[in-house]
């Protein structure tokens, strides 16, 4: 379907914000413009709730979580970024892997299967898109992903 990311977007987080308990904070980095792209909802929403289930997961008290959205040439690019524990720098890339767990214990008693980042990715790659995280330990995590985007389609709209 074609939709407006922009209106997507914000609407996944506002759920999350009203059902979150108060130890985290949310930030928007989110520009005002319609952003049209044609996508799977229901499984660009799997993503983002996946993505932002695991921010909240693994962020302290007080902790903030930063949405952004950064338009580049032929994509939308799409950070989720948080203040919590972090993923050593061996581990990172291997998140997206089926059932990888970085901390066997830690993650056992929150809960989860480990598939969450590997669906995630094959989502992201079946809309032509790219999902890649970077994190430092006892810092915080930030998650990204792409979707195609074509600037023109906007003018296409008017
Ligand atoms: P599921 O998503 O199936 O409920 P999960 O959340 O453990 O389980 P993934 O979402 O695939 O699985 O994440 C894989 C692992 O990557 C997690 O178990 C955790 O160790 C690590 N991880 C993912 N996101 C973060 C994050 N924001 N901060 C710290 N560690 C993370
Ligand atoms: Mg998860």
Redesign the pocket.
């Known amino acids: 379907d074609w939709i407006n990311f922009t209106d997507f977007f914000n609407k996944i987080i506002d759920r999350f914000e009203m059902t979150k308990s108060g130890h985290v904070s949310f930030v928007r980095n989110i520009p005002q413009d319609e952003l049209y792209v044609d996508i799977d909802t229901d499984k660009i929403t799997q993503v983002l709730d ?2 932002i ?3 909240l ?3 302290p008290e007080g902790g903030k979580v930063t949405f952004t959205i950064d338009v580049l040439p032929s994509e939308l690019q799409i950070r ?1 970024k ?1 203040e ?4 050593p720098q061996e ?1 990172v890339n291997k ?2 892997d089926r059932f ?4 066997k214990a ?2 056992r008693k ?11 990715k094959e989502m992201v790659f079946a809309h032509g898109g790219d999902i890649w ?1 970077l ?1 430092k330990e006892g810092q ?2 930030t ?1 990204y992903f792409t979707l195609p985007y074509d600037p023109e389609q906007e003018d296409e709209w008017e």
């Open positions: 996946n993505i289930s695991n921010a997961k693994y962020s989720v948080d919590g524990v972090g993923i581990s998140i997206f990888y767990r970085v901390d830690r993650t929150l809960g989860g299967t480990g598939l969450g980042l590997a669906i995630a995280a994190s915080g995590t998650v």
